[in-house]
């Protein structure tokens, strides 16, 4: 069955790839427009780090990048939200592994929220931009993004194998 907000998500996607432009391969986030408003601050969760008694051969495993997209660049009141890869796709199914969310979110009165196994909730601030970015470790299951004042018509589901 396909979601009815298909539309939504579309230009959500639109969005995002306006936001990525020709991305290189550095991790600045993308910023057209300068906000009013200082964005809130995240602390990014902890790394792991290797013991002292055992040290690590491997290198770290970067986190792949995810974007959680509120509004859209011409209206960031816009009833959008969708989780988008690098490739500014949106995302119905990832594989279980960390991943670098970073918030787009433009919006007043919307937010950014993903909930799911593990306990696994972050989320962006209602009244307030935020563009941080957090890292986060999924599990196998369903998780959900939503807008928590609109979530009866700005949610989705993603599905981590």
Do not use: K
Request: charged share 20%; glycine share 8%.
């Amino acid at each position: 069955m396909r979601h009815p907000c298909g539309v939504v998500i579309a230009l959500a996607s639109a969005v995002a790839l306006a936001l990525a432009g020709c991305a290189s391969g550095t991790a600045e986030p993308a910023a057209e427009t300068p906000s009013a408003e200082a964005p809130s601050a995240s602390s990014p969760a902890p790394s792991p780090e290797a013991s002292p008694a055992e040290p690590s051969s491997e290198a770290p495993e970067e986190a792949t990048p995810l974007t959680g997209v509120v509004g859209t660049d011409d209206d960031p009141e816009a009833y959008v939200i969708a989780l988008l890869d690098a490739s500014g796709a949106p995302v119905e199914s990832l594989p279980a592994g960390t991943y670098a969310l970073t918030f787009a979110d433009r919006s007043r009165m919307h937010n950014f929220r993903l909930r799911g196994p593990g306990g696994i909730d972050v989320a962006t601030d209602v009244a307030g931009s935020d563009e941080s970015t957090v890292e986060v470790t999924l599990e196998p299951g369903t998780y959900e993004i939503v807008c928590d004042p609109h979530s009866g018509t700005m949610r989705a589901e993603i599905e981590v194998t």
